[in-house]
């Protein structure tokens, strides 16, 4: 027969300055790795949203990155007459290219102002991407005009409706405010091709083409054919391919996130075991008292196991309650790709808050086993007769 | 006084396990809060080698993936203050298989001559120097990187790239020694400008510079800025060691990452060790009483527990700095392949100090409340307290 979970409930509340400080220190072990999760999914969010499965982009072979790769309008025309690409309402071919560069923009806490990817597209690059423009308008190629990502809008103050930018060969104007859902798009200010890259001097060079293929088998066949194309020399990939490529930049703080969180969690188990054993000690003659109720030593065992896993998910659930605050910080993150930060959200949701969880509990069987061993051994007259 | 000092080390011994459990979580705790420490004085407040004081890197102002024009360097010469200068640009490339770690290392492009006097602390045989100058296709390694990729002299090393749209083929012409170029090899600029295309000849992504003094090398610094502060591009230059600083800020706030952390791991010692001092106060209580009745003042008293805290603080602190010490090398062996500085990662005796001052710190915080509610209890309650 089991001991009912309301002792194990109310011995932790009979203790509760012990309780609490035991939890607390669980549960800030738990944050860090909740908060290092929750860093790492935001950008993966970011990342994940940003990629079509049907777009492809292409690079120079070699280069890696936008940045790096040149693309030249002579190359671009052999890129547009290839088949699969699907075709827009005026019967032309989906492809845009595009020149990317980066730009500086001041930033509040950074004195050395942080670094945003500047991208030339034209109208058909626009209205391939599924971008809203929700305040403002979008720019005109008539004019030395640009629209900026909701989350430079946020984290700017240089960067606001109605300012003008500084770069390239003179001031640009923010004429509005895009807004590409979790996209890193959102990241990103976007000026028209032809005016944008005759300011940088690159009209003979571009950056990379990206084209949106019929479907998903097309994307594939695109892909070979364009890698393997001599003219061109030229690697294609999927876009979604590409950003998700990037959720890398994140590694080392992940890596450093999770040899902390080992470190953490051995100490809070040490420490979850003086707190347990103490309850074991404390309890002894009530130990000795369930066993001649009849209780057996498995069900006392279970008990005081059961105690501790009660003890760390109070821990985990603090932990969880403690970095949903995460969840409306903005923060950002560079990347060795695009030489430029990317600004997202935490993103702490029920899967990451899961691990959390499981990871609180793990805690508490590492602490509690012991202890628990040890009560469930003792004997019952000595059990009773210890003070 | 001394012999409170044994009645305080003897009540560590009098619950055993208690005590090695706190320990062990101490030890743990700051055995990471140590690592962590010594990252964070290795990446920002690291000591400059002599040579590296007399180095300045001069880059595009806006970020180190944007080019600069070549003819910079014969504008930077004439600034005065200025001894030697070279490109530096930074290859990237591919050695066989990148997906190996070990075959991810620095390439450069440099001047050899020029480079040979910038790189002050630098060693390597007379005709090994003579052969980098003259021989265009001649690259030197640094002796750690033909360690462990074992390269000879004479050994044919394959570079493709992917910046730049080129291959090279090099021959090791030399094995150098110098304590701030590890894990690098340096080849001939020219031999790599003859293969680019024309449009990409005359450029450079950094630029190298001795000054005459390390007093000089603010004001070299400013002077270079200011002489292109309003042409296209406009320039920044840094000592090699905020170069390198730069570089890892693109990775995010590491700063307070770290500061964050360390802050976490702090306040759970502080729960942890305090939980479990005010648990070995309250079983002693009654103990209290006694002393009290003997003649104890509540100041010994207080400071008998605060001892004894310290005590266990102490040796956690000790048994942690051991640890951190061998796993700093640990860390260093990973974390060098991600962040320079992290190579030969040691516990520096600031480090020691600034950790055992924090053990100290924890041990007296977390026992004064205990300490003092049972210094202060009345005699009659606490021989009345039942536990």
Same mark, same amino acid.
């Given at each position: ?5 309301? #002792? %194990? ?6 203790? $509760? ?48 990155? +936008? ?60 209205a391939m991407r599924k971008v809203k423009v929700t305040e403002g308008r979008l720019f005109t190629g008539a004019a030395r005009e640009v629209v900026i990502g909701k989350n430079i809008a946020k984290r700017y103050p240089a960067a606001q409706l109605g300012k003008s930018l500084r770069f390239g060969k003179g001031y640009w104007k923010i004429v509005g405010v895009m807004d590409a859902g979790d996209s890193a798009v959102n990241s990103e200010i976007w000026g028209d091709a032809a005016q944008v890259a005759g300011d940088f001097n690159r009209s003979e060079a571009y950056s990379s083409a990206l084209v949106q293929a019929t479907d998903e088998v097309t994307a ?30 994140? /590694? ?66 603090? @932990? ?20 430029? &930060? ?34 469930? $051994? ?10 | ?72 360097? +014969? ?19 591919? #050695? ?6 070990? %075959? ?8 050899? $001559? ?35 990729? /074992? ?7 394959? !570079?493709?790239?992917?910046? #730049? ?49 390390? &007093? ?13 502060? &309003? ?6 230059? +840094? ?13 995010? %706030? ?32 009654? +103990? ?44 260093? $062996?990973?974390? &060098? ?37 049972? @210094?202060?209890?009345?005699? !009659? ?7």
């Open positions: 027969m089991a001991i009912p979970i309301s #002792y %194990n409930v109310r011995n932790l509340i009979v203790r $509760k300055t012990t309780t609490i400080m035991t939890a607390i220190g669980i549960a800030m072990t738990v944050a860090v790795l909740l908060a290092v999760l929750g860093l790492v999914s935001g950008l993966r969010t970011a990342f994940a949203a940003t990629g079509d499965p049907l777009h492809v982009l292409i690079l120079r072979k070699g280069g890696n990155a +936008e940045l790096t790769s040149i693309m030249t309008p002579a190359n671009f025309q052999i890129i547009k007459s290839f088949p699969g690409i699907a075709t827009g309402p005026d019967g032309q071919p989906m492809a845009s290219m595009e020149m990317v560069t980066v730009i500086n923009l001041p930033a509040t806490d950074n004195p050395e102002g942080s670094n945003i990817t500047l991208r030339a597209i034209s109208q058909r690059g626009m594939a066949a695109l892909i070979k054919s364009f890698s393997a194309d001599r003219r061109l020399n030229v690697d294609a990939m999927s876009e979604s391919d590409y950003y998700t490529a990037q959720t890398g930049s994140a /590694n080392p703080v992940q890596f450093l996130g999770f040899f902390v969180c080992i470190i953490m969690a051995i100490g809070s188990a040490f420490a979850a075991m003086n707190t347990m054993y103490a309850a074991v000690a404390r309890r002894a003659k009530e130990v000795g008292t369930l066993r001649v109720l009849g209780f057996t030593k498995g069900s006392i065992l279970f008990s005081f196991f059961l105690e501790s896993m009660l003890l760390s998910l109070i821990g985990g659930i603090l @932990a969880c309650v403690l970095v949903l605050p995460l969840n409306s910080i903005t923060t950002s993150m560079g990347s060795f790709t695009t030489f430029s &930060e990317t600004t997202f959200n935490f993103h702490v949701g029920p899967d990451v808050m899961a691990v959390g969880i499981v990871f609180s509990l793990i805690l508490g069987a590492l602490g509690g086993f012991l202890p628990a061993r040890q009560a469930a $051994k003792k004997e019952i007259l000595t059990a009773l007769r210890e003070v | 006084m001394f012999r409170y000092f044994s009645l305080a080390f003897r009540n560590t011994l009098r619950n055993r396990r208690r005590s090695a459990l706190t320990i062990s979580s101490m030890a743990v705790s700051l055995c990471l809060l140590g690592v962590l420490i010594a990252i964070y004085h290795a990446m920002f407040y690291a000591d400059q080698t002599p040579g590296s004081a007399l180095r300045l890197v001069v880059r595009h102002k806006v970020s180190i993936a944007l080019v600069m024009p070549d003819a910079y360097i +014969e504008k930077i010469r004439t600034v005065p203050g200025v001894k030697e200068i070279s490109p530096w640009n930074w290859f990237g490339g591919t #050695y066989k298989d990148s997906r190996e770690t070990k %075959n991810l290392f620095a390439r450069f492009g440099v001047d050899p $001559k020029p480079f040979l006097t910038i790189r002050t602390q630098l060693e390597m045989p007379n005709d090994q120097r003579a052969a980098f100058i003259h021989d265009q296709t001649g690259c030197v390694v640094s002796d750690d990187l033909a360690k462990k990729l /074992n390269f000879k002299v004479g050994d044919r090393i394959h !570079l493709v790239g992917d910046i #730049y749209p080129v291959t090279l083929d090099l021959k090791v012409v030399g094995i150098f020694k110098d304590p701030d170029a590890k894990g690098s090899l340096f080849f001939n600029m020219k031999y790599l400008r003859e293969a680019l295309p024309k449009s990409r000849q005359a450029l450079d992504s950094t630029i190298a510079v001795l000054v005459d003094s390390p &007093e000089d090398a603010p004001r070299v610094a400013k002077a270079i800025d200011d002489m292109f502060a &309003e042409s296209n591009p406009p320039t920044k230059t +840094e000592s090699e060691q905020e170069f390198v600083l730069s570089f890892l800020s693109l990775l995010g %706030n590491v700063k307070l990452f770290l500061l964050s952390i360390c802050a976490a791991v702090t306040f759970t010692i502080l729960l942890v060790s305090g939980n479990t001092i005010a648990m070995s106060v309250r079983e002693r209580i009654r +103990e209290v009483g006694v002393l009290k009745t003997l003649g104890f003042t509540n100041d010994l008293i207080l400071g008998m527990i605060i001892l004894e805290a310290l005590t266990i603080a102490l040796i956690g602190a000790v048994i942690g700095l051991v640890l951190a010490s061998v796993l700093a090398v640990g860390v260093g $062996k990973v974390g &060098e392949n991600v962040v320079g500085q992290l190579h030969n990662l040691s516990l520096t005796p600031i480090t020691t100090v600034l950790c055992l001052v924090i053990a100290l710190m924890i041990g007296l915080i977390s026992s004064f409340i205990p300490a003092w509610n049972a @210094a202060r209890t009345n005699i !009659l309650d606490s021989l009345r307290y039942s536990g």
